[in-house]
């Protein structure tokens, strides 16, 4: 889990993702059309790449029980580039997430769940009041 937050999502490194992804990889967080496969993950991390270069996930707590982690972190950046149909605004954010993974017997993720505080996010980046 520690690897996708920090070579995926951190520093882009997309080859990641087929060593701890199983190929039909469940993202029950993501919309309906981009909910299965590794595919979809790879999108979300460019994008987010793109909108917030410097981005950073600083752990809180990890917790590993049989086939699942669970991990609490903050997320927080720079909007340098487009997101979500906006240009860079030049502003901070830091918001929570809660992750949920469960792992197949190869070491694989196999299912995905997460919970982020979107709203404190958009505010933070002026796109919502």
Known sequence: ??????????????????????????NHTAPEEHRV??????????MLCTAFP?????IEDMVA?????????WYQGTHQGPFMGHEASGRSFRFRQIHWMRF?????????WG???DVAHLRQLGLID
């Open 1 to 26: 889990m520690r690897r996708i937050y920090e070579e995926g999502f951190e520093q882009g490194k997309l080859g990641v993702l087929d060593e701890v992804f199983a190929p039909d990889i469940v």
């Open 37 to 46: 496969g590794v595919e979809p993950v790879r999108g979300l991390i460019r």
């Open 54 to 58: 410097d981005a950073r996930v600083e």
């Open 65 to 73: 029980v049989g086939d699942v982690v669970v991990m609490r972190n």
């Open 104 to 112: 197949n017997a190869d070491g694989r993720v196999i299912e995905h």
């Open 115 to 117: 919970v982020r505080d």
